[in-house]
């Protein structure tokens, strides 16, 4: 009887260690680095961690989505990497990385998406399908989700900003290359310069030389720009960036077809999660903001009209313009406003 029960259990071992070692593991590329000792993840990170939580679960241990720590690779070059799945077999990277695909800059539209509820209804649209194919043909790798990171805008002033005139003359810092076009209308800026992300966390938005720093409300606090700017205009909506999820082709037909199904069904709940950790995200980092005394503004309804008067069509044509299908991204961008509730 002994040996009969130490014969099952050594099996009953066996077994989970084959099964164990049958777990497929997808090696993601990280777009986000680790967060600083003592402070919260960000939403991004909340977001895949929700993901691979869900995948885990759903395909009850077989398949295993694990990100890489930090920024190990160089982030404009993994979108091609998930092709030969040598390195990394997806990524999960924003629109503006896949540098193939320039229709994806129609996320950047200035108000194209009225809302949350529309924000809602993209992914799993015909807008996302247009570009998933987009993205699939250009990279040769398969479109998982469209993980929402971003909406709204922050404008830090050293005085307040509230119309479009209000901007000129300024000396204005712009991490947003599309909006070029657009801030050279009517009310030309005194100087418009682009600045990397790098650069702005290192405080190139605050070295004296900027009257306005233009970017995403959830950055100004780890670029400092509370330390010198002292007014803050938030522009809800100015524009919806999503993380496109890419997955390498080979790896993706080895799975079964429950197990992509499993993984299908964790995207979607994921896919409204994330837009839930982006709009938590924004919220917190506005209080962040009122706590280090920032003159904080939230834009009005007839504010929000004069900026997409001025703004918004120089950017839909430039969009166009850039594409390399002007008659289908035209079709995009409409598809997009009838999302609208």
Not at 24 to 45: E, F, L, Q, T
Not at 136 to 165: C, Q, W
Not at 276 to 287: C, G, L, V
């Amino acid at each position: 009887m002994r040996l009969a029960s130490l014969i099952l259990i050594l099996g009953l071992c066996s077994q989970g260690s084959s099964e164990a070692a049958d777990t497929k593991v997808m090696r993601v590329g990280n777009v986000i680095g680790d967060p600083a000792p003592g402070s919260d993840p960000h939403h991004m990170v909340q977001t895949q961690r929700y993901f691979s939580k869900l995948v885990l679960e759903k395909t009850n241990g077989e398949v295993e989505i694990r990100f890489l720590e930090g920024k190990s690779l160089p982030v404009f070059q993994m979108a091609s990497m998930v092709k030969t799945g040598e390195t990394i077999d997806a990524t999960n990277v924003p629109g503006f990385f896949l540098v193939r695909v320039p229709e994806l800059n129609v996320q950047a539209i200035p108000y194209l998406f009225d809302g949350l509820e529309h924000a809602r209804r993209f992914p799993r649209s015909k807008a996302a399908e247009y570009l998933a194919e987009k993205v699939e043909k250009a990279y040769d790798a398969h479109v998982v989700s469209f993980l929402k990171i971003a909406s709204t805008g922050s404008y830090n002033s050293m005085m307040p900003i509230r119309m479009p005139s209000d901007f000129a003359g300024k000396k204005i810092a712009n991490i947003w290359e599309l909006y070029d076009l657009a801030m050279y209308g009517e009310h030309k800026p005194g100087l418009l310069k682009e600045v990397s992300f790098t650069d702005a966390v290192g405080g190139a938005m605050f070295t004296g030389e900027f009257d306005v720093a233009i970017g995403l409300l959830q950055n100004n606090r780890i670029q400092k720009l509370y330390s010198y700017f002292k007014h803050n205009t938030v522009t809800p909506f100015l524009y919806n960036i999503y993380y496109t999820f890419i997955v390498n082709n080979d790896f993706w037909n080895g799975l079964t077809e429950q197990q992509r199904r499993a993984i299908d069904e964790a995207a979607y709940e994921t896919e409204a999660a994330a837009i839930n950790f982006a709009e938590d995200s924004a919220r917190k980092h506005y209080q962040l903001l009122e706590k280090e005394d920032i003159q904080m503004h939230m834009q009005t309804f007839d504010e929000r009209a004069a900026w997409k008067d001025a703004y918004q069509e120089h950017v839909v044509d430039s969009v166009i313009k850039n594409s390399d299908d002007p008659d289908g991204t035209r079709q995009l961008i409409q598809w997009i406003r009838e999302l609208s509730p």
